[in-house]
C-alpha cells in the first residue's frame, strides 16, 4: 500500500482552527482535505485557518476543494482563510481571479512570493508554449 501523498494537522483553540497541509493535494488526495475541513464544521469550528507552507503541489481539485469550504464556511457564519499558497496554487488564484475568496485579498494582490520561489510571468506567453513550463521545473504534472 502506498504512502499517503498529504498529511493533515489540526489545532483547535475554540471556535478556531488551524489545519496545517502537507505533501501534494490533487484528485486523490482532495477528498481527504475536505473531510477534514467538513469536520471542522461539524464539530463548531467557524473560524479555519489553512496553513500551505508545507505544500508541495496544489491542482485545481484542490481549489475546487476550498471553494467548497469556504462557501460551507460562508453559510455557517464562518470564514476560512488559505496562507502561504505554493505558487502552483498561487498561479490557479490568479489565473481564475478567485484569491479574494481565500486569502482576503483582492485578486491580482497576492503578497510576493518568497526570494526563493520564481515569480509567476505577468506576461501571457506566446500561443503553442506552455504557461506553467517557466513556473513548474521539472514534473508539472
Known amino acids: 500500500m502506498p504512502l499517503p501523498q498529504l498529511t ?5 483553540r475554540r471556535k478556531r482552527a488551524l489545519i496545517t497541509l502537507a505533501g501534494e493535494i490533487d484528485l486523490e ?5 475536505r473531510r477534514a475541513l ?5 464539530d463548531g469550528i467557524r ?21 467548497h469550504a469556504a462557501q460551507q464556511s460562508t453559510e455557517a457564519g464562518g470564514t ?5 499558497p505554493p505558487p502552483t496554487l498561487g498561479l490557479i488564484l490568479d489565473l481564475t481571479g478567485s484569491g479574494f475568496l481565500l486569502l482576503g485579498v483582492p485578486s491580482g494582490h497576492r503578497p510576493p512570493p518568497p526570494p526563493s520561489v520564481p515569480a509567476p510571468a505577468a506576461h501571457i506567453p506566446p500561443h503553442g508554449t506552455h504557461p506553467l513550463a517557466s513556473v513548474l521545473p521539472g514534473d508539472a504534472r
Open 8 to 12: 493533515v494537522y489540526r489545532h483547535d
Open 29 to 33: 488526495s482532495a477528498p481527504l482535505v
Open 38 to 42: 467538513a469536520q471542522c464544521l461539524s
Open 47 to 67: 473560524t479555519i485557518d489553512i496553513d500551505l507552507t508545507p505544500v508541495t503541489f496544489c491542482d485545481c481539485s484542490g481549489l475546487n476543494t476550498f471553494l
Open 80 to 84: 476560512l482563510r488559505l496562507h502561504h
